[in-house]
């Protein structure tokens, strides 16, 4: 491959004389143990191991246009400007939060005086609006950029499909715990000297960074700058340092993610999960009052005639937390989850519904049967309205078995009880009316 250009810009168009130029103070420990190859990036061995993808378009000489979609503190700066090195391009870089339509406009020229060796690499690209990011598209398909967006929001939501149909996506997980753990022992390598942590405390930091491995360093840093003593146990360092708030937005992806767990938990029945999963909505800060509509809609969906119950003690619960406030009224909403996990399944009375209202929109406007419907009036009785009607509660077992069907409309099989819960006995009823009808 090519040499790499080294004429690099950073987020605000400085070139890369100027962001090397000697700065003001001391720089942060997370840019001194920045990687300086893709052999040294940390935690995404999906894409840069051996068999990684990214490994294979470099041996192919062949880089698409790619958008990296990960969670903060992954690496997706550091692997788009190694990717630039590695495959011989110039790295330009802008930001969605700091760039408009001139600085947009500005890349393009450069890149196209460069003739195909640019990479543009644009941080947060989901900020870009539609018309914006339609603007890439002329030059990605022509060749004049090599386009490669980080995005912490999920593309198929986050981006047009026009701009996602030219380029691949990427995911880039959080770093697990052998990946930060080797950030630690990079930086006390870097520091000649140990973290001043006991085992447990240690741990203790790596939970905290919550899989970011840019706030791992910055904790690290904090904790180098203290003078040598005795090492930190875990009440100490939980009063030193504060654990990264746990990533969470109520009106994008991860709301539908937890939102998701939590109600296939309680489906799968298990109620450590589903509790677990309302904990992590609440403490993310969601709405209990949305919970709460979930929990109502579970109970219909997903118990339903299983247990009879659920669909009471859902608006009660609702009603309680109404009525009680945060947070004494959350432990209603939280016996609520652990009712419907543990509660038997079914969604016969769901699955009824929809088959009754696909047959509602296929027959039309087809009349009830002459004999069950009123006659209030002699014209109407004339014409056999109520006419043969059998009053169930004189047949025998209170059932007369007729035809409740219109005329013309074969009769149809909509509710299928399972064998769980209150549904059994359902069942039980329904296939003694079932023999009972044939034989009347």
């Given at each position: 491959m090519a040499e790499p250009r080294h004429l690099e810009s950073d987020l605000f168009g400085a070139t890369a004389e100027a962001v090397r130029a000697p700065r003001a103070g001391p720089r942060p420990l997370a840019d001194r143990l920045r990687p300086a190859n893709l052999d040294e990036v940390v935690g995404q061995e999906a894409l840069l191991g051996p068999a990684g993808a990214l490994r294979a378009m470099l041996a192919r000489s062949s880089l698409p246009s790619l958008i990296l979609w990960g969670p903060p503190g992954v690496g997706k700066t550091t692997i788009a400007r190694l990717l630039a090195e590695a495959a011989g391009l110039h790295f330009h870089a802008i930001s969605a939060v700091f760039s408009g339509v001139a600085d947009l406009k500005k890349a393009f020229e450069e890149?196209?005086?460069?003739?195909g060796r640019t990479l543009l690499f644009v941080d947060e690209v989901h900020r870009f609006n539609r018309a914006q990011q339609d603007g890439f598209l002329p030059f990605v398909e022509d060749g004049t950029i090599t386009l490669v967006g980080a995005t912490t929001e999920n593309p198929s939501f986050a981006l047009n499909g026009a701009l996602l149909s030219r380029c691949q996506v990427l995911v880039l997980t959080r770093l697990d715990e052998a990946a930060l753990e080797g950030l630690l022992t990079r930086a006390e390598a870097l520091e000649a000297r140990p973290l001043p942590l006991t085992p447990e405390a240690r741990a203790a930091l790596c939970a905290m960074a919550d899989g970011?491995?840019?706030y791992l360093l910055n904790l690290a840093e904090q904790l180098l700058a203290i003078p040598p003593g005795a090492a930190l146990d875990l009440a100490a360092l939980q009063s030193l340092l504060a654990r990264r708030a746990a990533l969470y937005d109520k009106d994008r992806e991860e709301h539908f993610n937890l939102i998701s767990a939590l109600h296939k938990s309680m489906r799968g029945s298990d109620p450590d999960a589903a509790l677990y999963w309302f904990a992590r909505m609440l403490t993310g800060g969601e709405d209990p009052r949305y919970?709460?509509?979930?929990?109502?809609?579970?109970a219909a969906e997903d118990v339903g005639a299983a247990d009879p119950r659920a669909l009471p003690l859902a608006?009660?619960?609702w009603e309680s937390y109404e009525r009680l406030g945060s947070p004494e009224g959350e432990l209603a909403l939280a016996q609520l989850v652990l009712h419907l996990a543990t509660a038997p399944k079914s969604n016969a009375v769901y699955k009824a519904f929809g088959a009754a209202m696909r047959a509602a929109k296929e027959t039309g406007s087809l009349m009830p049967p002459a004999h069950?419907?009123?006659a209030p009036t002699k014209l109407m009785k004339e014409l056999g309205y109520g006419g043969g009607y059998q009053y169930d509660h004189d047949a025998e077992d209170a059932f007369s078995g007729q035809n409740y069907f219109p005329d013309g409309m074969a009769r149809q099989s909509f509710y299928t009880?399972?064998?769980r819960g209150a549904e059994a006995a359902i069942g039980e009823r329904m296939a003694r009316w079932n023999a009972a009808r044939r034989k009347r």
């Open positions: 890149a196209g005086r460069r003739r970011d491995g840019r919970i709460a509509r979930r929990l109502l809609r579970f608006i009660a619960a069950i419907l009123n009880p399972t064998d």
